[in-house]
Structures are given as C-alpha cells and as structure tokens.
C-alpha cells in the first residue's frame, strides 16, 4: 500500500513542490485500479517529448518495470521496486553510474516515479509476518497508475499528429508530381502559355519547404501547390477546348468546300491523266513549322551557344539565329542541310536545334547527318524540340552544376 506521508530524499538531493505534488496525486490512487505495466510504457514512448522525458529516460523507466513482479500495476501488488544501482546497470546494458542518477532524476522531476528513501539511503524491503513484502524503500511505480489516462490521452494525442503529417506528405508529394508531370507534358506537346515562367514559381514554392517541415508549413504550402495545379490544369483545358474547337472549323470547312455545288471539278470536263504524268489533284502534305520556345529556356539549355553571339551575348532571336550560322560551319552542317531544317523547322527552331546539337557536341558523330534526320522526322510529325530542351535544362540545371 502507498504510505499517506511525504517522504523527502535522502543526502543532498533537494525536494521540490512538484515531487510533493506528484506525492499528493499518488496517495490518492484508487484502491480497484489497475493497469498493464507494459501498455502503460508503449503509451510513455509515444508521449515522451510531452511527458519531458529522453530515450535514455525511458530506457531506465524499461529496467525497473523488468523489477516488477506483476504486468498489472495496482495496490495490491505494491508500487514499490527496490534494485540497486548496479543491478540497473545491468539491465540497461551496462549504463554508466552517473548516467543512470541523471535519468532517474529526470523520472522523478517528471512524476514518473516517486522517491520511497530509506533512512540510510538503501533500496530493500521488510518482510511482513506472513512471509509476504511489507513495507518497502526504493522508487514507486504510482504515478504511472495515477496518470495512465492522462499519459494514454497524450499517446494518442502525438499519433494523430503524426498520422496527420504522413497524410500532408503524401499529399504533397502527389501534388508536386501532378504538377511536374503537367509542366513537361505542357513542354512537349509544345501548347501555348508561360510554361517557364510557372516552372521557375514551381521551383520556388518547393524550394521555400523546410527540410523537416511541421504540419503548419506543409498544410500552407499545400495550399499554394493546389491552388497552382489548378490553374495549369485550367489552362491545358482551356487550350485543349480551343483546340477542339479550331479543329472542328477547320473540318467544317472542308465539307462545305466539298459540297458547294458549283465545284469546278463538277463544272469543267475531266481528263484522264496520261500514263506516267503525275495527278494535279493529288495531295502535298503542308505542315506547318512548330512554335518556338522562349528564348530564355533555349539559352538555359543551351549556354555554349552565348559565346558565338554578335559580341559575344545573346539578347534576341536575331542575335541566335546569326549565332547558329556560324556554329553551323563549325559544326560542319552544309547551307543546304540547314536550309532545308528553316523550311520545315522554321528558322527559330532550327537556331534552337543547332544550339542543342553544339551543346551534346560530344556526343554526336556527325552533325550535318543529325541535323538532316531530325529534319526528316520533324517533316512527318515525329520530333518535338521539348524532350530534347528539357533534358538539356536537367543536364545544365543549378544541381547538375554542383554535382559537376
């Protein structure tokens, strides 16, 4: 049973009114109550910064529950265990002397456990006349009964959090990955907009989250980082809409040209094309040239071609374009090959190539060839100068140039 007195440390260990209040609460245990000593501990490591207690803390708390004979804490099982230091060390893996004063101090200041000292300072306990524990002099286990729900609420308390912040992780990082993948598909398939402009605000919002971040920080960020999706989202649709609708007039168009009943091909007489002269009717396919990149995301890419700029910079597409004609020779690409890429390329894309191919100059055996290959499929509608810029930016981007 709990003794109903105050009991003041032994030596020069001083008391304070929160040993005294700790003192208090556990005289006031109720006699039925009970709890699993193990559970109660489990719920102590989860509310640890709470309680204001350190693993090593704990780990000495572990070594005198192992003292403890019963799992359920209750009165009628005593609260008292007596080990000495030794025996503590033992038990906490070989802990050393004033460590484990230092730890058990911290249990007591933190009301964990009481100090039961004998009159000489020594851990034992009598025995009563019926061979069972009487009264005994070491740390009292009470206040973990006293306080179980209380510890438990804490526990509880500190797991929601940190499901919460796993929750807010997750979903940051789901909305920074929309928002990467968006951006890039924007890029590639080359649709109109500051596409730059919104990756540089991207990389700056993610750049503001701190390496550990709290819930606050990451639900705020969370807040800016959806809002962003929104809008890219917003802008692919309304450009996928105008689109649509582009096509749509464009096939409108060509049924009524085909249906106007005052076709000349209707009107005029047809002739039967001699043998091996080619059909007037027939076909050319016409596509016309992409749209070109910002400049600033070409230079970003593509910094070698700067040098070669008239003055030795680069401030318009004029200044590019004057700047890959000389890279062009130098690079050994034939006037003929790199006129043929500013007929179907258009002449800023085809300064744009010619940039990343002086950038990947190591890795490209024959320039003119490439240069002509790329020309074929841009023709045919199978190249795409966003994969390449893209790839150039990462390979050139401010990590890259760290780790280089």
């Not at 590639?188 to 550990?212: C, D, T, Y």
């Not at 070409?298 to 200044?319: F, H, K, T």
């Not at 300064?351 to 191919?357: K, L, N, Q, R, S």
Request: proline share 5%.
């Amino acid at each position: 049973m709990e003794p109903q007195y105050v009991s003041t440390p032994f030596g020069r260990r001083s008391m304070t009114l929160g040993m005294l209040a700790s003192q208090e609460s556990a005289s006031k245990v109720d006699p039925d109550a009970s709890v699993d000593k193990w559970k109660i501990f489990r719920a102590l490591c989860e509310a640890k910064d709470m309680v204001g207690v350190s693993d090593r803390a704990l780990a000495v708390l572990n070594a005198l529950l192992t003292f403890y004979p019963k799992n359920e804490i209750a009165e009628a099982n005593g609260f008292v265990v007596f080990p000495s230091n030794e025996q503590l060390s033992l038990r906490t893996h070989g802990m050393a002397g004033t460590t484990l004063r230092r730890n058990l101090a911290m249990l007591v200041e933190a009301g964990l456990i009481i100090r039961r000292d004998s009159p000489n300072g020594k851990r034992f306990a009598r025995r009563n006349g019926e061979g069972g524990l009487g009264e005994a002099f070491g740390f009292s286990l009470a206040p973990l009964l006293v306080r179980a729900r209380e510890i438990e609420a804490q526990a509880a308390q500190v797991m929601a959090a940190k499901l919460k912040w796993k929750r807010l992780r997750e979903r940051l990082t789901l909305c920074r990955r929309d928002i990467t993948k968006l951006i890039e598909i924007a890029l590639e398939e080359e649709v109109a907009g500051e596409w730059i402009e919104m990756q540089k605000h991207f990389n700056l919002l993610s750049a503001s989250l701190p390496r550990r971040p709290s819930a606050a920080e990451m639900e705020s960020l969370l807040a800016d980082l959806e809002a962003f999706r929104e809008l890219i989202v917003k802008t692919l649709e309304s450009k996928s809409k105008t689109e649509k609708t582009d096509a749509n007039d464009n096939q409108n168009g060509r049924h009524i040209h085909n249906s106007n009943p005052h076709s000349t091909s209707e009107l005029e007489p047809s002739f039967e094309p001699k043998q091996g002269a080619k059909s007037e009717e027939e076909p050319r396919h016409w596509r016309e040239p992409p749209k070109s990149f910002p400049l600033a995301m070409v230079l970003q890419a593509c910094p070698e071609i700067i040098a070669y700029g008239p003055g030795g910079g680069i401030g318009s597409w004029r200044d590019l374009m004057a700047a890959a004609v000389i890279v062009r020779s130098t690079l050994g690409v034939s006037p003929s090959a790199y006129q043929l890429a500013c007929d179907v390329m258009g002449p800023e894309n085809a300064a744009t190539v010619i940039a990343c191919i002086l950038e990947r100059g190591g890795h490209i055996n024959s320039a003119g060839g490439y240069l002509r290959d790329l020309t074929r499929r841009a023709e045919r509608g199978e190249f795409s100068l966003g994969p390449m810029l893209m790839a150039l930016m990462r390979a050139n981007g401010p990590t890259a140039r760290k780790t280089g």
